[in-house]
């Protein structure tokens, strides 16, 4: 590539690694895949292998936060509360980690409302239609530290059936606009 070029396209590429803006879009599979998944189902009878979700991380205004999650293919007129977790995710559910948190609690597992509450967490319920499609946003007044909000959680909900309600049925792997995400990986 000629040198004026590269040197016109520069600020485009920087631009978009500072996109305000990351989406994820993935197909659920199993922990088990050849490829390690985006987006892993560990309870495939709530969120089948093959169904679909899209992720919108949106920080474009200042000091904000909004999350959109959209699924497609789950289980039918249930509900998911959704949360962002600290860990990647694995064959293991527990290896998401704890919820992601703006202030963190100082005691493991959180369970003090001063921490664990929806101003201090972002977190959402999202509720499926008849066709197992569902879409919901959520916005905090705050923007995760980078590289610390790794996966965003489904969690089983109710009515749980075989499944605890706080039992993580599926996670998905985050993108970093900031890109720590690249950087923990070189690690």
């Known amino acids: 590539?000629?040198?004026?070029?590269?040197?016109?396209?520069?600020?485009?590429?920087?631009?978009?690694?500072?996109?305000?803006?990351?989406?994820?879009?993935?197909?659920?599979?199993?922990?088990?895949?050849?490829?390690?998944?985006?987006?892993?189902?560990?309870?495939?009878?709530?969120?089948?292998?093959?169904?679909?979700?899209?992720?919108?991380?949106?920080?474009?205004?200042?000091?904000?936060?909004?999350?959109?999650?959209?699924?497609?293919g789950v289980a039918a007129g249930h509900e998911f509360p959704v949360h962002l977790h600290t860990g990647r995710c694995g064959a293991d559910p527990a290896a998401s980690g704890p919820h992601y948190q703006d202030v963190v609690d100082p005691v493991s597992p959180s369970t003090d409302p001063a921490y664990a509450n929806g101003r201090n967490e972002l977190r959402l319920a999202l509720r499926t239609d008849g066709r197992g499609e569902g879409a919901a946003a959520a916005a905090v007044a705050w923007r995760p530290r980078p590289g610390e909000a790794r996966s965003l959680v489904l969690h089983a909900g109710e009515p749980a059936g075989a499944h605890g309600a706080a039992d993580r049925v599926a996670c998905v792997n985050l993108d970093d606009p900031d890109g720590a995400q690249a950087a923990d990986a070189a690690r």
Not at 53 to 67: C, E
């Open 1 to 72: 590539m000629p040198a004026p070029l590269a040197a016109a396209l520069l600020p485009l590429a920087l631009l978009a690694a500072a996109a305000p803006v990351s989406v994820t879009e993935a197909d659920f599979d199993p922990a088990t895949a050849f490829v390690p998944p985006s987006a892993i189902s560990h309870a495939p009878d709530l969120v089948p292998y093959g169904s679909h979700v899209r992720v919108v991380v949106d920080r474009s205004l200042p000091g904000r936060t909004v999350l959109t999650v959209s699924l497609a």
